[in-house]
Nanobody
Framework: QVQVVESGGGLVQAGGSLRLSCAAS????????MNWFRQAPGKQREWVGF???????SYADSVKGRFTISRDNAKNTAYLQMNTLKPEDTAVYYC?????????WGQGTQVTVSS
């Protein structure tokens, strides 16, 4: 069973930065895409961005230019560097890892941006 663990969330002032990590373990297959999602209180979960095994990335318009996704394939870990944070970035951030088994979600990590 593939386990996904996010970490790095916390409280930060507007304009600040945080880096989230997403570590996957237990996969019998190579990990393909690693996606980041977020869910704010009372809102639907929304896609933030992804990175492929080859390092290609794509981002939602709301975070483009402020967030950067990277990964360390040797560690099966993805990172979400978040800069110039805004109060509207406040949400629980989730990682979804995809591969030949299907996909697995992490439990999420809370990010709170104060104004």
């Amino acid at each position: 069973q593939v386990q996904v663990v996010e970490s790095g969330g916390g409280l930060v002032q507007a304009g600040g930065s945080l880096r989230l990590s997403c570590a996957a373990s237990g996969s019998p297959f190579s990990i393909e895409a690693m996606n980041w999602f977020r869910q704010a209180p009372g809102k639907q979960r929304e896609w933030v961005g992804f990175i492929t095994g080859g390092g290609s990335t794509s981002y939602a318009d709301s975070v483009k230019g402020r967030f950067t996704i990277s990964r360390d394939n040797a560690k099966n870990t993805a990172y979400l560097q978040m800069n110039t944070l805004k109060p509207e970035d406040t949400a629980v951030y989730y990682c979804h890892v995809a591969g030949r088994w299907g996909g697995s979600w992490g439990q999420g990590t809370q990010v709170t941006v104060s104004s």
